[in-house]
């Protein structure tokens, strides 16, 4: 179900955004006195890893898209030598 509002959006932006985690999480320890774990907050190589934005996703959805239509009509794939083949 979409939200309702705007407020509503930023607030589960704000709930599904690991930053405001990592901060909620810093600010209970200090205010309960727990020692922070050196290893919990470390960087991980998924950080580093390629990302594609919603547009580049949208553009590959649409090549596939229309290779896949080209191919059901008896037409040539044009995508198909940029995949191996086994």
Known sequence: ?????????????????PGFH????????KVNGIKEDPFTDQSTAFQYLYKP?????????RLLFWDEMRSTFG????LGD???KD
Do not use: C, D, G
Request: overall charge positive; charged content about 40%.
């Open 1 to 17: 179900m979409p939200p309702r509002s705007i407020e509503e959006w930023f607030y589960y932006k704000l709930l599904s955004s």
């Open 53 to 61: 934005t919603p547009r580049q996703k949208f553009k590959a959805l």
């Open 22 to 29: 990592r901060f909620v999480r810093k600010v209970y320890r």
């Open 82 to 84: 940029r995949f191996k």
């Open 75 to 78: 037409f040539r794939r044009r």
